[in-house]
């Protein structure tokens, strides 16, 4: 081998270091950035993992059947279900909407009951999801005047953010998806 043909083997084996060298420094760098991957979709673990959605789910079911019911002879009720399953903006949200509930619930001898219907998990990322919610609610008044009980029901439609804590899934924000 000659010098000129030694001269140009090392230099393709530097190159080669090199090359493989910053590989593994933009790898390491993209897997700290990215959780392990550039794309957010693939970190979504909400379609493969089976047993972490369906905690998920059944949490947030949870979590809306009790903090979205009222029953005007236990109002603290409701408080109590909200202090558990709620944090962040989410229990402001919710103080907001159950506000005219809590003020016209007595006289009104008011009952609302919400049931999920069904739930999707659009997003899982550890310890943070956001789940699509549908749901029934069913209110029955009876106002002093009244002689029978007046009912309606309604569904609903909204998404929630929730976050894992050490005592469960809590709910972040509500998305009321432009209702």
């Known amino acids: 081998m000659t010098l000129r043909q030694r001269t140009a083997l ?45 905690a998920l789910k059944g949490a947030v079911t949870s979590a809306v059947n009790a903090a979205f019911s009222y029953d005007y002879a236990k109002p603290n009720a409701t408080q109590q279900a909200a202090d558990k399953w709620l944090t962040g903006r989410a229990r402001s949200q919710h103080a907001t909407m159950f ?23 659009q997003q899982l990322n550890g310890g ?10 069913r209110t029955v008044a009876t106002p002093a005047k009244a002689k029978s009980p007046q009912s309606s029901d309604a569904p609903a439609a909204f998404a929630a953010d929730a976050v894992k804590t050490a005592s469960g899934w809590r709910l972040t924000t509500l998305d009321t998806l432009g209702q």
Do not use: C, E
């Open 10 to 54: 090392i230099a393709a084996f530097a190159a080669a270091a090199l090359l493989i060298g910053y590989a593994a420094f933009a790898a390491t760098r993209a897997s700290a950035a990215g959780g392990g991957s550039a794309d957010p979709a693939s970190r979504n673990t909400a379609l493969t993992d089976a047993a972490g959605t369906s």
């Open 128 to 137: 943070r999801a956001r789940v699509l919610i549908y749901a029934d609610q």
């Open 99 to 121: 506000r005219a509930i809590r003020a016209q619930g007595p006289k009104l001898k008011l009952l609302l009951t919400t049931t999920v219907t069904g739930a999707g998990v």
